[in-house]
Structure formats: C-alpha cells, structure tokens
C-alpha cells in the first residue's frame, strides 16, 4: 500500500525540453487541421460537458444526465434553481473547463507529478462515466479513459510524460477553438441557445461579454500553462 502512495503522489523526473516542445507541436497538430479536429474535439467536449457536470454537483444542483455526441455537441442537464449563482457557474464552467483543466495539469507536471496527474484523470473519467445516458458517450469516455489507465500501467516514464505533456498543451490549445466557433455559428444564424446566449438571459449581460471572458480565460491559461510546461 505504501508502494502504490509513493508512485501515485511521488514525483517523478520532467522531461528534457526537446520532448516539451515537440508535445506541444504535436497537440498544435492536432487542434489545428479541421478534418483531425473533427476527432480530436471528442476530448475537448468530454472537458466541457465534465465541467458543467461537476459545477453543477459543487454548488448543489442534481446532475441528470450527460450526453456526447458524434457531432462533438454535449449536453449536461442538471436539476435545480433555473435562476441564480449556481446556474451561472454551471452554464459558464463549459468552455472554461478545458483550458483550466489543462492550467491544472500544466502545474502538476511543473510540480513533476506525471503519475498522480494520469490517476486523477482516470477518477474523473470514471465518476464522468457513470454519469453518461448515451452509447455514444459511453464508448467516448471508455476509450479516454483507457487510454490513461494504459499509459499508466504498461509504459515507462518516457512514454507516460510525453503522453502527459500532449494532453495538457492539447487542452491549452484546444479550449482556445470551439469558443471562436461558437462565435462563427452564431454569425451564420446558428446556435441561439449557446451556452453564452443562457448566461446573458441569466445575467442581463450581452452574450458578447461573455464571449470576451471565454476567450481570456482560454487564452489566460494557455500563457501561464505554457509557462510552467517550458519552465519559464
């Protein structure tokens, strides 16, 4: 048992620089090429239907359900007061939660705790898990989720850091699109129920502002994660 504590909260050796850069290239390459993206934002939806979840729990509202979507579209219902704090944090953790998600892991690898990020990954894939009403969802969250109990158990630390340092340089850049997409849809005359659209009928406050405070926040984490990752 004291075993298995010492590797899960031990630190472990960062990686040279070389590989920094090169995951973070790599996860560029993954964010950026639109029929890549087409697969690759699964995982930016998982961060972002998860954060509307799990806000929901923290401030008291009872969670229903979780659905993923082929399309890479989400939907998080929850349970409770319609109007208030509680509601307006849990319709503004979706497009936060990936980049913050990624400024959280940016800190524990700067901290040099690779496994203990791969293992509380894996717990909140699986406590997502439960939660998830479709097969589409279902299949979505296994796959990710086996990816890291994978990585974690049959890899060395070469190989767990790099994967490590991809995911988090993948949620920084990949929290920065579907904002600036969202955007786009609404120009064309599309998405009138965004997440942005509930928070400024919640607020009174133009869905614009709020736009403005998706993109600080995303861009905000990718500068300090960026930081931590390279050392600076």
Known sequence: ???????????????????????GVLALLCVTPRG??????????????????LVALVMGRKLDGIRLHS???GLTVSRGKPTGLG????????????PLLGLGGAWLLAAHHITLLLWSATVLLVAML?????????????????????VSWLTGPAVQAAFTYTVVWFLLLGGIRPAFELQAKRRAGGAGDSDADQ???????????????F??????????????????
């Open 1 to 23: 048992m004291d075993d298995l504590w010492d590797r899960i909260f031990g630190t472990q050796p960062g990686p040279d620089i070389w590989l920094v850069v090169a995951t």
């Open 36 to 53: 890549l993206w087409r697969v690759t934002r699964n995982a930016v939806t998982i961060a972002h239907e998860g954060g509307h979840g």
């Open 71 to 73: 399309d890479t579209s």
């Open 215 to 232: 993109h600080v926040v995303s861009l905000c984490c990718l500068i300090g994660g960026g930081r931590w990752l390279l050392g600076l």
């Open 87 to 98: 509601m307006i944090l849990t319709a503004a953790a979706g497009y936060t939660a990936p």
């Open 130 to 150: 439960v939660m998830i009403r479709n097969a589409y969802g279902v299949l979505t969250v296994l796959v990710a989720g086996a990816a890291f109990v994978l």
């Open 199 to 213: 928070l400024g009928r919640l607020t009174g406050v133009g869905a614009g502002l709020w736009f403005f405070l």
